[in-house]
């Protein structure tokens, strides 16, 4: 098993285009192991009188698709069930306007 340890699961994780870190990518991934890459933009507005967060649009990267990608949906469910509790948000909504594959990982929480 040492010298072939299992992958580990499939995980998502939201940076913030702000953070001055995420504009060095080298140094990104060095500090974080990326296995991957970065895969999509989402744009999340908090509503913290309704307690929800919003998701109102979202960019996937090119060549990514978010449905063959092996465990990528439950994995991005993970990180936004995540940034619900950040947010202090019980509901998760999206657009009108998403499209069916940017709303691949709401479906549970509609």
Request: hydrophobic share 45%; no cysteine.
């Amino acid at each position: 098993m040492l010298d072939a340890p299992p992958l580990p699961p499939p995980s998502v994780a939201f940076l913030s285009p702000f953070d001055p870190l995420v504009w060095d990518r080298k140094l990104l991934g060095s500090l974080f192991v990326f296995r991957d890459s970065l895969v999509a933009r989402i744009e999340p507005r908090i509503d913290r009188d309704q307690r929800r967060v919003e998701v109102l649009n979202v960019w996937w990267e090119d060549r990514f698709a978010p449905g063959r990608a092996d465990g990528f949906v439950d994995a991005m469910r993970d990180a936004l069930h995540a940034y619900l509790r950040f947010a202090g948000a019980t509901r998760l909504e999206g657009a009108p306007h998403l499209n069916k594959e940017q709303r691949l990982f709401l479906t549970p929480f509609d």
